[in-house]
């Protein structure tokens, strides 16, 4: 093997030992980047459940 080639393969192979971000850390790193998006989405879902609630409860009173 020549000198360039073992120094490729020693990067390879130390790469290769670095761990894959998971999906968690990942996705914590999106919510972080579109965090104005995320929040509303996040509002917007609850108002819903919440009305929905409201609505059903409304609906099958005595």
Excluded at 19 to 36: E, F, I, Q, T
């Amino acid at each position: 093997m020549t000198e360039t080639t073992e120094k490729i393969n020693e990067q390879k192979t130390s790469s290769d030992n670095i761990p894959k971000d998971s999906y968690v850390k990942l996705a914590m790193r999106n919510m972080v980047r579109k965090g104005g998006t995320s929040l509303k989405h996040f509002f917007l879902t609850t108002v819903g459940l919440v009305g929905l609630l409201i609505g059903l409860a409304y609906l099958t009173r005595p």
